[in-house]
């Protein structure tokens, strides 16, 4: 029996934290913001990639 998925609900928890220190200026803020695009990527990624090997079978 296949499984029909109607609702997927996607939680991320990132850590803006770092690290005590400074030290990398402008460099460090812009990795700090690209980090969760990067991660919602990410997932849509694996979930498109899922999604996909389900329809092949």
């Known amino acids: 029996m296949p499984v029909e998925i109607k609702e997927l609900v996607i939680k991320v928890a990132v850590d803006e934290a770092g690290g005590s220190g400074s030290s990398g200026g402008n460099s460090n803020s812009t990795q700090k913001d690209a980090a969760p695009e990067m991660i919602v990527s990410l997932c ?8 996909k090997d389900q ?3």
Do not use: H, M, P
């Open 44 to 51: 849509v990624e694996k979930v498109l990639q899922i999604l």
């Open 55 to 57: 329809r092949e079978r």
